[in-house]
């Protein structure tokens, strides 16, 4: 075999008080094709600037082959990616899982998917949008010892997710360097306490919880200005009483509901308190990590 192609999740991160641990994979996917050959790297797919040896697919790719001491040999790749690119909705964790995968697959599954999170998660530098797209779900990480630790969490079946995606991308590394290096423990211990009560929410399915447990104080707050409107949106979710954060580093905007009339109630609204274009998408949870969709 020399042929395999990858599909995997988008995730959404964080959940609000879950920083850098909660993830959750939704029903939106990147296909990443390998093929090997002789010698070189094509990559197609994607913008000519990521088509070089720092594209994210190939480095994870020969991440993964270093480890196994295989040799990097030629590589054709092709990228087929629908979710969007700098918008909170785990593109580029997308990337690094495949092309970590990808490798894996093409050399006789040596590593086992913790195996190839270990790899990843140093790559990225923590685990709540690999740990979902690896295993699908709702999933809680820790990192000790330097190595990551994944648990996957219960889902009431009756949530829908409706991201809410801007027209203008926030890079991660401008939303993060936003963020203070120390927080207070009274913020410290509000994140603990909100996280664990998000997480029985979800579980129980019960939106009125899901909707006072869902809030932060480690990172939307100093995001919220890289996000024009974020204020006037959360406070229009909020009367619908869904539960609303930010997907990972943002732009993107979450709601979290078990009304099905939620995208056609901001709908009427959205446009009239915001400057900037905001696509509705609907997304329900994907409990399929990442796999092979084609393969020979
Ligand atoms: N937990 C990360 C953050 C997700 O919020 O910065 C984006 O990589």
Not at 7 to 26: E, K, W
Not at 113 to 120: D, S, V
Not at 249 to 257: F, Q, V, Y
Request: proline share 5%.
């Amino acid at each position: 075999m020399n042929r395999v192609t990858i599909r995997v999740p988008a995730t959404t991160a964080n959940l609000g008080p879950g920083f850098d641990a909660f993830g959750c994979a939704l029903s939106l996917y990147t296909d990443v094709t390998f093929e090997e050959t002789g010698s070189g790297l094509e990559i197609t797919g994607c913008d000519e600037a990521f088509t070089g040896p720092d594209n994210l697919a190939y480095t994870a790719y020969c991440a993964v082959l270093n480890t196994m001491s295989e040799d990097v040999r030629g590589v054709k790749i092709h990228i087929d990616a629908h979710i969007p690119t700098c918008r909170g909705l785990g593109s580029s964790a997308a990337l690094l899982v495949a092309g970590a995968m990808g490798a894996n697959v093409l050399r006789g599954r040596k590593l086992s998917t913790q195996g190839l999170l270990n790899i990843t998660n140093a790559m990225e530098g923590h685990p709540d949008n690999l740990a979902p797209a690896f295993y699908g779900g709702l999933t809680a990480s820790m990192v000790d010892g330097g190595l990551p630790v994944t648990v996957s969490f219960p889902l009431h079946p009756d949530w829908e997710f409706l991201a809410l995606v801007p027209d203008f991308d926030l890079p991660t590394s401008l939303a993060r360097s936003v963020l203070p290096p120390q927080v207070s423990r009274a913020d410290a211990i509000y994140n603990i306490s909100h996280g664990a009560l998000v997480l029985k929410a979800l579980e129980l399915g019960d939106e009125k919880l899901l909707r006072t447990a869902m809030q932060d104080r480690l990172h939307q707050h100093y995001r919220k200005k890289l996000i024009p409107d974020y204020e006037k949106i959360e406070a229009l979710v909020r009367t619908t009483g869904a539960g609303f954060c930010l997907s990972g580093a943002g732009p993107t905007l979450l709601c979290i509901t078990q009304d099905s009339q939620l995208e056609q109630k901001l709908a009427r609204k959205l446009d009239s308190i915001t400057q900037n274009h905001w696509q509705m998408l609907p997304l329900h949870v994907e409990f399929q990590g990442a796999h092979v969709i084609a393969e020979g």
